[in-house]
């Protein structure tokens, strides 16, 4: 079964809804000021963006995350689902979509088979629509967190933020398909909310702007500015 090395209770990620939300590890993207990083199986050292050419240096090595963290154990998980309070469990990774399909539809049987009632949201990058895809004509989820970190349908943006996010060519190809893709299927469930971090070296507004106009008129479904928190 996945492996859980991090849990938390939160009214803040979902709007009125309390939310149990079980963090696992790996994720196929690099990003600026990533909050869980000894998650992701990366060590990030000397990180540093030159904000006037928008160089990022950084030494990145891979790590063993059950060095950093400890595996949340079968008994604390259980008795952490099984709470009547719960109205929904947040599947985070931080890429938790990286994880084998089985893998993954197995866990939310697990999760269900605990607390039958409880709704299911996974949060992902938006980089494997298939696995979207199959997760919504299962009726395994009832919703996604899906990042918007740029503009993706105007590439005149993708140099800029790429500074900020590493993008493995494994995802480059076909990138802003997968994007569409991901984000057009996710709009289908009522619990599907967008999120965009104010990274700090966008400094036009417009940039921001455009996203929010975009997720308005097309998506539907609620979307969240969160501040940058350098750690």
């Given at each position: 079964?996945?492996?859980?090395?991090?849990?938390?209770?939160?009214?803040?990620?979902?709007?009125?809804k309390y939310s149990?939300?079980?963090?696992?590890?790996?994720c196929?993207?690099?990003?600026?000021?990533?909050?869980?990083?000894?998650?992701?199986?990366r060590?990030?050292?000397n990180?540093?963006?030159?904000?006037e050419?928008?160089?990022?240096?950084?030494?990145i090595?891979?790590?063993?995350?059950?060095d950093?963290?400890?595996?949340?154990s079968?008994?604390?998980?259980?008795?952490?689902?099984?709470?009547?309070?719960?109205?929904?469990?947040?599947?985070?990774?931080?890429?938790?979509?990286?994880?084998?399909?089985?893998?993954?539809?197995?866990?939310?049987?697990?999760?269900?088979s605990?607390?039958?009632?409880?709704?299911?949201?996974?949060?992902?990058n938006?980089?494997f629509?298939?696995?979207v895809?199959e997760?919504?004509?299962?009726?395994?989820?009832?919703g996604?967190?899906?990042?918007?970190?740029w503009?993706?349908?105007n590439?005149?943006?993708?140099?800029?933020?790429?500074?900020?996010?590493?993008?493995?060519?494994?995802?480059?190809?076909?990138?802003?398909?997968?994007?569409t893709?991901s984000?057009?299927?996710?709009?289908q469930l009522p619990?599907?909310?967008?999120?965009?971090?104010s990274?700090?070296?966008?400094?036009?507004?417009n940039y921001?702007?455009?996203?929010k106009?975009?997720?308005h008129e097309n998506?539907?479904?609620?979307?969240n500015?969160?501040?940058?928190?350098k750690l």
């Amino acid at each position: 079964m996945i492996k859980v090395y991090w849990l938390e209770y939160t009214y803040y990620d979902h709007p009125g809804k309390y939310s149990l939300v079980l963090y696992t590890s790996g994720c196929n993207l690099k990003c600026f000021g990533c909050h869980n990083r000894t998650l992701s199986g990366r060590n990030y050292k000397n990180w540093e963006l030159r904000i006037e050419n928008l160089e990022l240096n950084a030494e990145i090595s891979h790590i063993n995350v059950e060095d950093y963290h400890k595996q949340i154990s079968q008994e604390e998980l259980n008795m952490s689902i099984n709470n009547w309070m719960l109205d929904m469990v947040i599947l985070c990774g931080w890429e938790f979509l990286i994880h084998n399909l089985d893998d993954i539809k197995q866990f939310i049987d697990y999760i269900k088979s605990i607390n039958p009632n409880v709704l299911i949201r996974v949060d992902t990058n938006w980089t494997f629509p298939d696995k979207v895809n199959e997760l919504i004509i299962r009726w395994k989820v009832d919703g996604f967190a899906i990042d918007i970190k740029w503009p993706y349908w105007n590439q005149n943006y993708f140099e800029t933020i790429s500074k900020v996010v590493w993008i493995p060519m494994s995802v480059v190809d076909n990138l802003f398909s997968k994007m569409t893709n991901s984000i057009n299927l996710s709009k289908q469930l009522p619990y599907t909310i967008y999120r965009t971090v104010s990274y700090p070296i966008v400094k036009d507004q417009n940039y921001f702007d455009e996203i929010k106009r975009y997720v308005h008129e097309n998506l539907h479904r609620p979307h969240n500015f969160n501040s940058f928190v350098k750690l």
